[in-house]
C-alpha cells in the first residue's frame, strides 16, 4: 500500500445494518486531513479518508486484485481511476464502505469539489464544510505544496519551493471558487473552520459527532503538526505588498 493506512490492518470490524454516509467538503490546505483522522480516532463514525483520489484508489484497486495498479506508483499514480465509469468508481466505494463503516453505521469521505463534479456528485445525510478564514495562507500553503508535492508534515519537500506570485494567484481564484460551489450546493452544512480546529481539536470533532447524533467522552489527540512556518508568512506578505 502506498498509504499504510489502506492495508487490511486498519479495517473496521464489519457492521451489519443500515450506513449511513456523512462527507466532509472541502478545499486543499484547510486541515481536513486532521479534522479526518480525529474522527476517526473517536471510533464512533468510521474512518472518514479522501477516498477518491488517485492513490485511494490505486491503493484500494490493489486490494480487489487489480495487477496493473500495482504498477501505478511514483508519478503514475496520478492516472489511478483515469477512463472508470460511474459504475466502477461505485464498485471501488462499496467495497470501502464495507471495511471503513464505524459501530454506528457511520461511513465518512472527504471530497474536493473537483472529485464532486468529476463523478457527478455524492448522496449523503450529512454534509460537514472545513474553510480557512485566512484564504492568503491557505493559497501560499497549497501553491507551496503543489511545487514540493509535500502535503503532510510526515513527507519531505521533494523540490524547493520557489515564490510564484501567479501560482499562489491562481489557487487563491480556485480557493474562492470551489468554497463558493459548496455554499451553494450544501447552504445547511455544518461549517467548521481550519483555525477552529487548530485551537480547539476536540470541541470541533464534537461538533461534528453533535450532528452526527453521536458521543466520545474520548478525547482525540493532534497526529498532524501544522505545517505552516516563516516561508509561508514571507510568502503571503510578499504577495500582499505586489
Not at 479495517?11 to 443500515?18: E, S
Not at 524547493?160 to 459548496?182: K, T, V
Request: aromatic residues 8%; proline residues 5%; charged residues 25%.
Amino acid at each position: 500500500m502506498l498509504d499504510p493506512r489502506n492495508g487490511p490492518d486498519w479495517d473496521l470490524p464489519r457492521f451489519h445494518g443500515a450506513r449511513r454516509r456523512y462527507l466532509v467538503a472541502s478545499t486543499p490546505r484547510t486541515g481536513s486531513t486532521l479534522l479526518c483522522r480525529a474522527l476517526w480516532d473517536t471510533c464512533r463514525v468510521g474512518a472518514p479518508k479522501e477516498y477518491c483520489n488517485p492513490m485511494q484508489l490505486r491503493d484500494w484497486a490493489v486490494r480487489a486484485g487489480s495487477r496493473s495498479h500495482r504498477l501505478l506508483t511514483g508519478p503514475l499514480v496520478g492516472l489511478a481511476g483515469r477512463g472508470w465509469s460511474r459504475g466502477r468508481l461505485q464498485r471501488h466505494l462499496d467495497l470501502v464502505e464495507g471495511l471503513r463503516t464505524g459501530p454506528t453505521g457511520w461511513f465518512g469521505m472527504k471530497v474536493h469539489r473537483h472529485h464532486f463534479e468529476r463523478w457527478g456528485g455524492f448522496e449523503a445525510d450529512v454534509v460537514v464544510r472545513i474553510v480557512r478564514d485566512d484564504r492568503l495562507a491557505q493559497a501560499v500553503s497549497w501553491a507551496r505544496a503543489r511545487q514540493t508535492n509535500r502535503w503532510a508534515d510526515f513527507q519531505t519537500e521533494q523540490v524547493r519551493p520557489r515564490y510564484s506570485r501567479r501560482l499562489i494567484q491562481r489557487c487563491l481564484e480556485a480557493i474562492e471558487a470551489d468554497e463558493g460551489a459548496w455554499a451553494r450546493q450544501f447552504p445547511q452544512a455544518e461549517v467548521l473552520t481550519y483555525e477552529g480546529l487548530v485551537s480547539d481539536l476536540n470541541g470541533t470533532v464534537g461538533r461534528v459527532l453533535t450532528r452526527l447524533g453521536e458521543h466520545s467522552s474520548v478525547p482525540v489527540q493532534a497526529t498532524l503538526t501544522v505545517q505552516a512556518d516563516a516561508l509561508n508568512q514571507e510568502w503571503a506578505e510578499r504577495f500582499r505588498t505586489g
